[in-house]
């Protein structure tokens, strides 16, 4: 029986438009339950009684010299453990994902991911019952979609 799931590889390239980024890579995370973002600074600040965060993003791996400086309304503070099993209080914010050609809003915590491979992990809850994970493919999707 075939599935009516959309299969993503262990990676994908995804597109955030409400920050200008059309293309990042992405690690497909199930074992992750919320998506993280790559944010080398992050503060919260007030703009007409509206909690926002501005943050620095660099959107390409091994590349520090290309930065974006990005402002979004801060949904929430958590406390997420690591695979690591270390504890750290995030910023929460809520934004558009393109994934191939499928738009959708998804969390999304903000962390310091200097030492990693990918500057964006896309957490099962982003999966949100339409897509499956082939964790020996990549880049299923394609490059996203962007109009």
Not at 98 to 126: Q, Y
């Amino acid at each position: 029986m075939k599935s009516l799931l959309t299969e993503l590889g262990w990676r994908e390239w995804v597109a955030l438009p409400e920050f200008g980024i059309d293309c990042l890579k992405a690690k497909v995370d199930t074992g992750a339950r919320t998506s993280a973002l790559h944010a080398f600074f992050a503060e919260a600040f007030e703009d007409r009684g509206v909690h926002k965060v501005r943050f620095g993003l660099h959107p390409e791996q091994n590349n520090v010299d290309m930065e974006k400086i990005c402002e979004a309304e801060l949904l929430d503070e958590r406390n997420v453990t690591d695979s690591g099993g270390h504890t750290e209080l995030r910023f929460v914010i809520k934004t558009p994902v393109i994934i191939g050609s499928s738009c959708f809003d998804i969390e999304m915590t903000l962390t310091k991911r200097d030492n990693m491979k990918f500057r964006m992990l896309l957490g099962r809850t982003a999966l949100n019952d339409v897509f499956t994970v082939n964790p020996a493919r990549s880049y299923l999707a394609g490059k996203p979609d962007v109009k």
